[in-house]
């Protein structure tokens, strides 16, 4: 995969020159990059960001459009995906890293929605031999573009906010299936469980857990403090958690009884 942007001082670019690879390592990765997220990143001003990128597009190597960047060949993702994944994107890429180590080479994979388990696909490794199995349309598209050759994809009603398949047509797609290991995305979590943000989101996950030998919810530690509507499941229908900061109590002591625990990445 292409180089990611720098995340800390000592890894900042200290020239222009530095500083527009990076920019272009990013926008091939992720398609679309806001100005925000590269003035903080590159440690620069808005005003020098802008400028490095009217020399990037003038030069015929990017597209400057309202609010950011982006290539010049289709994105894998939308620009709202896009930024999605930009929150908290450092915790997410640790506890992509970290859920994946754990996976064996000719393992059974299912990814679920969301930016959080798409950076465990991001971070699965190039020599992987299993088998990936997701409704996430972002997900399929970087397996496409990383030449994997055993990916399942679920069909059925496109979800645009979450760019994911859902509905009874995915739901009949999971059977007959089986699963080493689900990698299970949601927008909230106390201690009575984990919570998604529509309905339409709830009856695929629960097809996918139902035909996993093993469950973990990947959640950044934003995820302890929001609020979302739906309640997906009880604490009792998950193996274990990755996410990157400690729980608070006491939802920490509650996931203290999940059979893998919890894992803090980083």
Known sequence: MPETMPTTDDERPSSAADRRRCILASVEHAGFVSVTELTRRLGVSDMTVRRDLRKLAGDGHVRVVHGGVSGLRPALHSP??????????????????AAVRALAPSATVAVDAGTTTYAAMQALPQDFRGTVVTHSVPVMQLALARGMSRLVGLGGELLTDSQAFVGPRTVEATRGLRLDTLLLGAAAVDEQGIYVSTDHERPTKLALMAIAQRTVLLVDESKFVGSAPVLLCGWDAVTGVVTDAPPPEPLARRLETLPEGVLVAG
């Not at 709202?80 to 890293?97: L, Q, V, W, Y």
Request: a positive charge; aromatic letters at 6%.
């Open 80 to 97: 709202a995906f896009t930024s999605r994944s930009e929150d908290h994107a450092p915790g997410k890429r640790a506890i992509g890293a």
